[in-house]
């Protein structure tokens, strides 16, 4: 018999589930995450903390659930609106102002960018229509737009900006691929046009995003939910 391993990564903790095919549980496992608070409307963790944590609380489901690895047929993560830095060489690119590159991830209830979302708001662009009218601070582009505007030092080590969901299936998989989940709720990709979907470029032109796109730093293979990427890379087995 085969068996699947759900993860959920909260704001204070993953979580991960061994489950029968049909969706029976067989003993779950939870592992805290550390988050750093610097100042009110800030809170940031750690991509390699949050990754550390989902490792052991994957192993510890699974020893508890008496299953052996090798039956194991898959795993598939869901995460909190984070955002995830990395450099060219997947190192943590901090996202704060004391330069502590342990800390790259800004959480989803990090609400430092209100002033930039309040700046798209008002531009009333058409992607605004799909995501309810109104964008959040909480949303992928107007923490890159604060970013950029307030940490130029890590605008400019950044290589690669990841939802972080999407992080996780890259760092078990090592293929850099986006959910059409992710991007359509979270960074205004536009999910619906054509084959494919496609990004706004005249919405990301308008607020200063575009040559991060072209330059390879926002999500460009987007996948349909629950496609498979493959089987997990030896580091992350």
């Known amino acids: 018999m085969r068996f699947v391993i759900?993860?959920?990564v909260g704001t204070g903790s993953a979580r991960a589930?061994?489950?029968?095919?049909?969706?029976?549980?067989?003993?779950?496992a939870v592992r805290e995450i550390e988050t750093l608070v610097e100042r009110p409307g800030h809170a940031e963790q750690s991509s390699d903390g949050i990754w550390r944590s989902v490792c052991e609380a994957v192993r510890a489901?699974?020893?508890?659930?008496?299953?052996?690895?090798?039956?194991?047929?898959?795993?598939s993560f869901d995460a909190t609106c984070s955002l995830v830095v990395l450099d060219s060489a997947d190192r943590p690119v901090a996202t704060n102002e004391a330069g502590n590159?342990?800390?790259n991830v800004l959480l989803w209830m990090d609400h430092r960018a209100i002033a930039e979302a309040e700046r798209i708001n008002a531009g009333?662009?058409?992607?605004?229509?799909?995501?309810?009218g109104r964008i959040s601070p909480e949303m992928?582009?107007?923490k890159l737009c604060w970013l950029r505007d307030n940490l130029p030092a890590c605008w400019a080590r950044a290589a690669r900006f990841y939802d972080l969901a999407d992080f996780l299936t890259y760092r078990a998989s090592g293929i850099q691929a986006a959910s059409l989940c992710t991007t359509v709720c979270k960074w205004t990709f536009l999910g619906h046009e054509g084959p494919t979907g496609a990004?706004?470029?005249?919405?990301?032109e308008a607020i200063?995003?575009?040559?991060a796109l072209r330059a390879g730093k926002l999500p460009t293979d987007i996948r349909p939910m629950g496609a498979p990427l493959g089987p997990l890379t030896p580091s992350a087995a």
């Open 6 to 8: 759900g993860v959920d």
């Open 199 to 204: 990004w706004d470029e005249r919405y990301l």
């Open 124 to 132: 009333q662009y058409d992607v605004l229509k799909y995501v309810g």
């Open 101 to 103: 590159d342990h800390f």
């Open 17 to 28: 589930g061994v489950f029968t095919p049909e969706g029976t549980l067989l003993a779950t």
């Open 208 to 211: 200063g995003l575009l040559e």
């Open 61 to 75: 489901a699974v020893s508890m659930s008496g299953v052996d690895a090798s039956a194991i047929a898959g795993i």
């Open 140 to 142: 992928e582009t107007p």
